[in-house]
Each structure stands twice: as C-alpha cells, then as structure tokens.
C-alpha cells in the first residue's frame, strides 16, 4: 500500500500541478517543431507588449562587451539616435532622438560617456523624432562630418534650423547617393548606401519623407548591421528586389519604430537578420504593432526594444565566425 507522506501538498495543489504539466506538454507538443523558438518568441513578445516595463537608469544591456566595433541603440523615447564607436578611435551618431534638452537621452548617453566629439553625423530623414537632439549636438560638441538628404520637410521647419545650424559652424556637409561607399577613416569598415534622396525635393507627405531615409549597411569584421532610418513598406520591397541578398546582414535597425508598414516580408527575405532592434518609445501609433512583430520573428530574427530593455550596446566581435578547431600535431 502507498503511505501518504504527511508533509507532501494537499490534493488540490497536486492537481492544480498536474494540471499545468499537462498543458504546458499539450502546447508543446502540438507546437510544430520547427516553428517552436518563433512560437514561444512570439509569446514573450506579446506579453511584453501588453505588459512594459520600465528599464534600470542607466543599465545597458550588453549583447557583447569586447573591443572593435560597438553600436549603441539609445533609449530616447518615441525617435531614433544611435552611436557607433569605430575601430581606430573614430565615432559616429545616426539622428538624435526626439529631444533637444541637455536633459535628454541622448545629451545623457554623451555625457555618461564624455563624449565632446562626433567624427560623423548622420540625419537618416527630416522628422523630428530624429532630428531635434541635433540642435544639442551641434550646440554643445564639435561636429567633424554630417551626411543629410537633400529633402525639404516642407511641414516643418526644425529641419532647416538643423541646417542652418551646421552651415553658420562650418561643418562639412555630405548628400550620400545610392551605391556610395562612405569614407569614416575606420580600419577593416565598410559602409555602404542603399537609399537616401540625394536631389532636391519637398514634401510634407509622412510615407515620402519617411522612403527617402538614409539606408546604409555598416560591415565588420564579416559582420554588419542594417540602419534603415524609417524607410517603410513599399520602398522596402523595392530595394529588396533591386539589391536581393546585398542586403544580407547580422543586426537590422527596425524601420519606422515596428510599424505596420515596415518589416515587410520581401525585405526581410533578402535582409535575414539575426537580430533585430526596434528604438520606440511611449506612442499613440501602436509601434511595434502585432503584425511587424509577427514577420521579424516568422524571419528568425530574436527582437529588442529600447522600450523595454533600455539602451542596448551590440559589438560586432560576438558575429565573428566560431574559431576552427586547433590543428593536432
């Protein structure tokens, strides 16, 4: 006969136990195996968009810490800023975020790192999620490069403050084309441009301003990352027909915040990333939605947030092929 052990749970806590085995082994078995990392990806992700949270002051999750190449997706809220320390001592910062104020996200990243120099800056597009931080940058460092389009925001007007800003400092002024290799003087770097509006043009038109981002492809050490600025939807499945596997790279910088219109499946055909990360902050617009997450994950991509997880460092060294094994003697 079993003896029951007096001090073992009571029968309704081993049901209730029992209970959740079985249904966690029901929803795994009949979870296709092959899909089951983008199912159980796919749930954390939309949990954690039903659920925020709110990241450490100052904490920066690290993917790898480790000489070379560092790209740092900053958490500035609802807007882009990224700063990418180079191999050689060189920096750059792709867009500024959403604010201007020495109380910022971003004038708090550069002071935490003391940073007083940016070799190159880049204004993917002009809106002003990305670019009023630059009114603080050029304010308060010394600038060496800035790349821009040649498109007019003809709703607004901060983009020509921008600009008026750099002329008056005397900064040297780049319109890079698609096709254009950049120079930043960074040993074993290789940065190339698939889209950017590099004649003039006005419009006050989101989806227009938005396709004419600078979309540059940054490679290291047989790795990359994607920077994509907010190109979205239609112009995504256009390059990827134009540029197919060209576009191939490690880590994609989300377009527009995760919207619906980005990620598109064509695109991320060609892009296969391994990681991708979405910079999105508090928003009346639904970014990241369901159906961008959906196609990331449904591309293998493993996604973060710097609504979530807070400023987020990704060094290019953790892509470097796995070392052969040692020659035997």
Sequence with gaps: MHRVNQNSPAPAVLKAVFSAVFLLLTVFHFAPAANAQAYSQLRDAVADTALPQTPAASAYTVFSAGPGLNVYFLNVGQGDAIYIELPGGKNALIDGGPSRAATGGLAGFLAEK?????????????????????????????????????????????????????????????????????????????????????????????????????????????????FTGDVEGERETELAAHYGSALKSDVLKVGHHGSKY??????????????????????????????????????????FRTDLDGTLEVSLQAFIAPLKPAAVN
């Excluded at 490069?145 to 607004?156: E, I, P, Q, V």
């Excluded at 990360?277 to 369901?290: A, F, R």
């Design 114 to 226: 003391k940073v007083s120099h940016i070799d190159n800056v880049v204004l993917t597009h002009p809106h002003s999620d990305h670019y009023n931080g630059l009114q603080y940058v050029f304010s308060n460092l010394t600038v060496g490069s800035f790349y821009d389009t040649r498109l007019d925001n003809s709703g607004a007007k901060g983009d020509e403050t921008i600009r008026a800003q750099v002329a008056a400092l005397g900064i040297n002024t780049f319109y890079p084309a698609a096709g254009d290799n950049l120079n930043w003087s960074a040993p074993g770097v290789d940065i190339k441009v698939f889209n950017a509006c590099d004649k003039p043009l006005a419009s006050k038109k989101s989806e227009t301003i938005n396709n004419c981002s600078i979309m540059m492809r940054l490679s290291y050490n047989g790795s990359s990352v994607l």
């Design 262 to 303: 980005s990620s598109t499946s064509a695109f991320l055909a060609a892009v296969k990333p391994a990681r991708a990360y979405i910079e999105v902050g508090k928003n009346n617009y639904g970014h990241p939605t369901q159906d961008a997450l959906g196609r990331l994950l449904a591309a293998g991509a493993k996604i």
